[in-house]
């Protein structure tokens, strides 16, 4: 039932002879369709704490079992497989290929996870239905607006089934009113069974979390539910 369970994870960086010490003993547990905010000011870890998450680097100390597999001492090889296996991205910046339709930029993780044509298409029309976007599949990024883009990002995450969605600074390039519209698409996804996990510095956005942990200077601060939120039974 636990999807991530960190335990006292440390990452340090070496700049010249400087120690630079980004995470400094973090642990937390994180339950299969829990909907989760990560905040904290600039320079407390987040980015940090995201990289491990999401299985892009691995910790200097600590252990990090993701779905149940100990990624904390994997190759990179390794570590990009379970990725692609485990987890969906939405980015700050949409990441999409701008020379590929809306559905084909859903459909890329399936390339890489090695399905068939086929399935490739059916699930890529599935998920871009989930997001909204039946009338958009044949357009390509710049002929939509960010919040459509998001959203081709959003069906890309959820196209592999990933165990987390992982989602960061996701309206951070949105007006207020299409991040209100791609929150809300978060909402629904979350109420669908997936587990998300949110890092964002804004806090009307982490409000839409059921859980915010807080870090300051490299440590969980705060861990606790949101109660502006009602709880699943
Ligand atoms: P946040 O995302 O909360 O702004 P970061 O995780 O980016 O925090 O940074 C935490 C600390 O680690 C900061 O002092 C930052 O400068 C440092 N840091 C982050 N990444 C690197 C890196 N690749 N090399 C050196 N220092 C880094
Ligand atoms: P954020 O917008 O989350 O604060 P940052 O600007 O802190 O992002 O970091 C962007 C990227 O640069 C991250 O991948 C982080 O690990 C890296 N980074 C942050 N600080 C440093 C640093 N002092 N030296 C090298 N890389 C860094």
């Not at 400087?18 to 994180?30: D, M, N, P, R």
């Not at 993701?66 to 700050?92: M, P, W």
């Not at 399936?110 to 044509?117: Q, S, T």
């Not at 196209?159 to 309206?171: F, K, Q, Y």
Request: net charge negative.
């Amino acid at each position: 039932n636990k999807v991530i369970e960190i335990n006292n994870i440390t990452k340090f960086y070496h700049v010249g002879t400087e120690v630079v010490k980004a995470l400094q003993g973090v642990s937390i547990t994180i339950k299969r369709g829990e909907y989760v905010a990560i905040m904290g000011p600039s320079g407390s870890g987040k980015s940090t704490l995201m990289n491990m998450i999401g299985a892009l680097d691995t910790p200097t100390g600590g252990q990090y079992i993701l779905n149940g597999t100990d990624v904390s001492h994997l190759t990179d090889d390794s570590l990009a497989e379970i990725r692609n296996k485990e987890i969906g991205f939405v980015f700050q910046t949409f990441n999409l290929l701008p020379r590929y339709t809306a559905l084909e930029n859903a459909m890329l993780p399936l390339i890489y996870a090695g399905v068939p044509k086929h399935d490739r298409i059916k699930r890529g029309e599935e998920v871009m239905e989930k997001v909204g976007l039946t009338n958009r599949m044949q357009h390509r990024p710049n002929e939509m607006s960010g919040g459509q883009r998001q959203r081709v990002a959003v069906a890309r995450a959820l196209v592999n089934r990933p165990s987390i969605i992982l989602a960061d600074e996701p309206t951070g390039n949105l007006d207020s009113k299409t991040s209100v519209d791609i929150m809300r698409l978060f909402d629904e996804i979350h109420q669908a069974g997936n587990t998300i996990i949110l890092v964002t510095h804004e806090e009307d956005i982490a409000q839409h979390a059921h859980r915010i942990i807080r870090l300051r200077d490299g440590l969980v601060e705060s861990d606790a539910i949101n109660e502006r939120v009602e709880q699943p039974v």
